[in-house]
């Protein structure tokens, strides 16, 4: 099971950090994914990471404001999120999938099999 934490109500402009915690299973043989859903439109990949430091992926559209990292003492991924936009208003989600130590991680959500329930992020003022 995965749980997500840390959305809310932020203005543009604005950060949050996201946290994926994972329970029942460890983390380290995982590549994790960040996807978002807004309403009406598709879940689209955000940014993953494989298990392997420095293995990142991000969608062009988060580049440069979007961090990915891992903390596997703490079981946990997070996405800090900076300079949000009002486009980056949906519920995110994270995902896992158990992969080979030195493959890239992907921004397909096909390629996930184990999904946490979301956490909404709104960006308005």
């Known amino acids: 099971q995965l749980v997500e934490s840390g959305g809310g109500l932020v203005q543009p402009g604005g950060s949050l950090r996201l946290s994926c915690a994972a329970s029942?299973?460890?983390?380290?043989?995982?590549?994790i994914g960040w996807f978002r859903q807004a309403p009406g439109k598709e879940r689209e990949g955000v940014s993953c990471?494989?298990?392997?430091?420095?293995?990142?992926s991000y969608a062009d559209s988060v580049k440069g404001r979007f961090t990915i990292s891992r903390d596997n003492a703490k079981n946990t991924v997070y996405l800090q999120m900076n300079s949000l936009k009002t486009e980056d208003t949906a519920v995110y989600y994270c995902?896992?999938?158990?992969?080979?130590?030195?493959?890239?991680?992907?921004?397909?959500?096909?390629?996930?099999?184990?999904w946490g329930q979301g956490t909404q992020v709104t960006v308005s003022s």
């Open positions: 995902a896992a999938i158990r992969q080979g130590l030195f493959r890239l991680c992907a921004l397909s959500p096909k390629e996930y099999d184990t």
């Open positions: 029942r299973f460890t983390l380290d043989y995982y590549a």
């Open positions: 990471i494989g298990r392997k430091d420095g293995s990142t």
